[in-house]
């Protein structure tokens, strides 16, 4: 098992009621985890994760903490396997289950930040409304004039890039309609996502100003592993550093395409999703160049780390 190895943690959009049940009953770490979140969260985020409903799921302060403790969890159990990540990554939220591979915060302050991060976040969608769309079949420089022109009409902002031409615009719903109607001038799709705010757009600015003070109460070590920030797409050894970049995170775009190329770039050839569904898979297998040797493999539950351990026999 000698190849480069990435893990990759998912964010929002990769919830589904159940998730995690059978590494809480297959290990006595997922049990500790999901009692820490349920504290730390003063309700019972466990139950909502594992017996829904989705609506209830879905709320973002509900949501943040609850996906963290899974992704963390799915870690933990390829850990427990002699498996660790060269480098890592995480999508957003998962940024933060990113920080616990890469040993720079614990699996417990890696909980209290998701809990205070969705707090915050849902905190301002309620106060300042926005919505996200998704952009297909344009280029970067494409949706920058789009945002550009759009802003005309109000806040507006990338918020992802997470394939060559998939891209994320976030911001304030009249402006949003105004770059849809752009975007189709232009012969691109526009689709409306199903989300609850305008993550990453400076419609946060009330959480980041909050959220930044908060840091301050963590402890953040120097990496034992390698991480890519969502906010530069490279690497940061320096704590506090880490500290300010994962504050910019709010207001930033997540820079994915970026940082799976540099991770192509760098030898990685294992990627692996570490948590629920396959987000993430997803965008990878459409960066990656086809004729590449990449292997691609989710473990968001005791199947999937079974299905990876058995392949990973063979290389």
Not at 156 to 165: L, R, Y
Not at 205 to 232: C, H, K, Q, Y
Not at 283 to 294: A, H, R, T, W, Y
Request: proline share 4%.
């Amino acid at each position: 098992m000698g190849l480069k190895t990435a893990f990759l943690f998912p964010g929002q959009g990769s919830q589904s009621v159940g998730m995690g049940k059978d590494l809480v009953e297959g290990f006595s770490f997922a049990k500790k985890i999901f009692d820490q979140v349920d504290e730390i969260c003063g309700k019972p985020i466990s139950s909502i994760c594992l017996e829904g409903p989705m609506a209830e799921l879905t709320v973002t302060d509900n949501l943040q903490p609850a996906i963290t403790a899974v992704s963390i969890c799915c870690m933990l159990a390829l850990n427990d396997a002699g498996i660790r990540a060269d480098i890592s990554a995480g999508h957003s939220v998962g940024e933060y289950p990113a920080l616990v591979s890469a040993g720079i915060v614990t699996s417990y302050d890696a909980l209290r930040l998701a809990q205070k991060r969705g707090e915050l976040m849902h905190r301002e969608a309620l106060a300042h409304p926005g919505g996200m769309v998704a952009v297909l079949g344009m280029n970067m420089e494409g949706v920058e004039d789009l945002v550009e022109e759009a802003g005309r009409k109000g806040i507006i902002a990338i918020a992802n890039h997470n394939t060559e031409k998939q891209i994320v615009i976030t911001g304030e719903k009249e402006a949003l309609s105004f770059a849809v109607e752009l975007a189709k001038e232009r012969k691109a799709k526009a689709i409306p996502l199903k989300v609850s705010g305008a993550w990453h757009s400076g419609l946060m600015g009330g959480a980041f100003r909050d959220f930044r003070e908060f840091l301050e109460g963590i402890e953040f070590s120097v990496p034992t592993g390698r991480m890519l920030f969502n906010a530069t797409a490279s690497y940061e050894d320096d704590p506090e550093k880490i500290r300010e970049i994962m504050a910019r995170q709010l207001l930033s775009p997540v820079r994915w395409y970026d940082i799976i190329n540099n991770m192509l770039a760098e030898g990685v050839r294992v990627f692996i999703e570490v948590g629920p569904k396959k987000v993430l898979s997803n965008l990878v297998g459409k960066i990656v160049p086809p004729e590449s040797d990449v292997k691609i493999f989710s473990v968001g539950d005791l199947k999937g780390l079974n299905d990876y351990l058995a392949a990973a026999g063979e290389f």
